[in-house]
T-cell receptor
Framework: EADIYQTPRYLVIGTGKKITLECSQT?????MYWYQQDPGMELHLIHY???????EKGDLSSESTVSRIRTEHFPLTLESARPSHTSQYLC???????????FGQGTRLTVV | DQQVKQNSPSLSVQEGRISILNCDYT??????FLWYKKYPAEGPTFLIS?????DKNEDGRFTVFLNKSAKHLSLHIVPSQPGDSAVYFC??????????FGPGTRLSVLP
């Protein structure tokens, strides 16, 4: 049973539109992450947060932005979607220091 | 430069046999390792982990072996089942920092 939820699961949107991908977790975890994955490739960390009001950029540069106003909510926003943003976006949370990350089911984004 | 490598993009195994998935890493500071399983259009699910103070961890059909001197770990699945067919990711972290993922190995278990 998933305790971390992502919506929407699939999104097809036109170039130039603003989109927000939602991620919520009910485990009370402080640390949350956004990963981007293209087919057959590794997961790339694009954003993470240590807790409320904390946001950090990951290893892979991304034009998206994130916010963390509440512990359980970590939305990702693209102000102007482009075809190069087409990918799968995965949200995760964990309780540091050394525990596994729990992933949501992902959002498959296609920008046409 | 990839810090976590999974050099076999795919692996096919007969049902009931052992599956061995390999992972190599370059960062000697990594001290915690995990294996995830991922089905298409789903998020990764955690399988098993190992700390660098151990060389083996077992959970049911899954065993992870760690060879620190060789910077190598492996996941053994025995016996393999058709439901194990998925992409398997190796991940590592250093000192509680962010996880670094490998590119994954696609396992196909043939009935």
């Amino acid at each position: 049973e998933a305790d971390i939820y992502q919506t929407p699961r699939y999104l097809v949107i036109g170039t130039g539109k603003k989109i927000t991908l939602e991620c919520s977790q009910t485990m009370g975890h402080d640390k949350m992450y956004w990963y981007q994955q293209d087919p057959g490739m590794e997961l790339h960390l694009i954003h993470y947060s240590y807790g409320v009001n904390s946001t950090e950029k990951g290893d892979l540069s991304s034009e998206s932005t994130v916010s963390r106003i509440r512990t359980e909510h970590f939305p990702l926003t693209l102000e102007s979607a482009r075809p190069s943003h087409t990918s799968q976006y995965l949200c995760a949370s964990s309780e540091p220091p050394n525990t596994e990350a729990f992933f949501g089911q992902g959002t498959r984004l296609t920008v046409v | 430069d990839q810090q976590v490598k999974q050099n076999s993009p795919s692996l096919s195994v007969q049902e009931g046999r052992i599956s061995i998935l390999n992972c190599d890493y370059t960062n000697s500071m990594f001290d915690y390792f995990l294996w995830y399983k991922k089905y298409p259009a789903e998020g990764p699910t955690f399988l098993i982990s190992i700390s660098s103070i151990k060389d083996k961890n077992e959970d049911g059909r899954f065993t992870v072996f760690l060879n620190k001197s060789a910077k190598h770990l492996s996941l053994h699945i025995v016996p393999s089942q058709p439901g194990d067919s998925a992409v398997y990711f190796c991940a590592a972290s250093a000192g509680g920092q962010n996880f670094v993922f490998g590119p994954g190995t696609r396992l196909s278990v043939l009935p």
